[in-house]
């Protein structure tokens, strides 16, 4: 399996979201996805405010645990 960029997925979360920390670990996109969408909807958008970040540093932390497994 290829390295993963940390630098990458910061930059494909803080961008996309959920869908940029696709890059990173799909399972957590797919769930921070259907999340962001049900937080989304009962907040009328502001919960984005706190599934933003948590993609954000998701994506960080499996792109680093991705490339411990790889090494």
Request: aromatic share 16%; glycine share 12%.
């Amino acid at each position: 399996e290829k390295q993963k960029s940390a630098g990458l997925a910061f930059l494909l979360a803080f961008l996309f979201g959920p869908l940029g920390l696709l890059y990173a670990s799909v399972t957590g996109g797919i769930v921070m996805f259907i999340l962001g969408v049900i937080v989304g909807i009962f907040t009328l958008g502001f919960g984005f405010l706190f599934i933003w970040p948590i993609c954000i540093i998701w994506a960080v932390v499996a792109a680093n645990n991705a490339n411990k497994v790889v090494q």
